[in-house]
């Protein structure tokens, strides 16, 4: 296990007709602490952004940051680059967001889907199926206080992280890897596709054809690939079944 990259997100939700989580949000904050768990250095940045689409629609607008993400998509993608990823329920909406926000901006596969993912909500869930909250009182042994939210999670993801390691020895980043994921071999960030027979053939992880095989005769392919899904989603699937994104 070396560099890991600890996100918290917020998010502002100023799509009315997104169809999806992903579609539907636009990054407000991402807090990250950069952790080299060789070289034991660790580092904190923070980054604001204005997650309004159009400026006009609010007149709350005016009180945020003038920066969208585009304009320093490139600071993040330098900090994050050559980091594995970890995060209290990373997989359900920080990552698959900074994928899309990343796309939106022009930079296309990153994160790329090879790095490690670790989500401690998922090892905690399996370990101690309880929440956030729970989380910091039976690892932490305190109190969770809601005004922490959004100022101090992502110190205590990192506390949380570390004592799960000492008390499951957990120290493998690939098993950690896989126990976030519940075992599946997850191919998106957005949790929609995973992969078996060693990444040979390509599943569906949602909607009515959970589990079963993508293929390119499948009108549900094609749906999925003209509809409003994350891009890094639909390019895994058109890459899978050699279908032209529409």
């Given at each position: 296990m070396s560099k890991i990259a600890?996100?918290?997100?917020?998010?502002?939700?100023?799509?009315?007709?997104?169809?999806?989580?992903?579609?539907?949000c636009y990054?407000?904050?991402?807090?990250?602490?950069?952790?080299?768990?060789?070289?034991?250095?660790c580092n904190r940045a923070n980054f604001t952004v204005n997650p309004m689409q159009n400026e006009a629609k609010m007149a709350t607008a005016r009180k945020l940051p003038r920066t969208p993400f585009e304009s320093i998509a490139w600071d993040?993608?330098?900090?994050?680059?050559?980091?594995?990823?970890?995060?209290?329920?990373?997989?359900?909406?920080?990552?698959?967001?900074?994928?899309?926000?990343?796309?939106?901006?022009?930079i296309d596969n990153f994160p790329h889907e090879s790095v490690s993912?670790?989500?401690i909500q998922s090892i905690y869930h399996q370990m101690e199926p309880?929440?956030?909250?729970?989380?910091?009182?039976?690892?932490?042994?305190?109190?969770?206080?809601?005004?922490?939210?959004?100022?101090?999670?992502?110190?205590l993801v990192r506390q949380i992280f570390e004592r799960q390691m000492e008390m499951y020895?957990?120290?493998?980043?690939?098993?950690?890897?896989?126990?976030?994921?519940?075992?599946k071999d997850i191919a998106d960030f957005a949790n929609l596709t995973y992969w078996q027979d060693n990444g040979r053939k390509l599943y569906w992880n949602f909607g009515k054809n959970k589990d079963q095989p993508v293929t390119a005769e499948d009108?549900?392919?094609?749906?999925?690939?003209?509809?409003?899904?994350?891009?890094?989603?639909?390019?895994?699937?058109?890459?899978?079944?050699?279908?032209?994104?529409?």
């Open positions: 600890i996100i918290e997100i917020q998010a502002g939700k100023f799509n009315p007709h997104g169809k999806t989580i992903v579609s539907n990054i407000a904050t991402i807090d990250v602490v950069r952790v080299d768990y060789e070289t034991g250095e993040v993608k330098e900090y994050l680059e050559g980091c594995d990823f970890m995060g209290f329920s990373i997989r359900r909406l920080d990552l698959p967001l900074l994928a899309e926000e990343f796309a939106r901006s022009g993912i670790v989500d309880r929440n956030f909250a729970a989380a910091v009182k039976f690892y932490l042994n305190r109190e969770y206080l809601a005004p922490q939210r959004n100022t101090g999670d992502v110190e020895g957990l120290t493998d980043l690939e098993q950690l890897h896989e126990l976030s994921a519940f075992g009108p549900f392919t094609i749906w999925f690939l003209r509809n409003d899904f994350p891009a890094q989603s639909q390019r895994i699937v058109a890459d899978y079944t050699n279908i032209q994104i529409f």
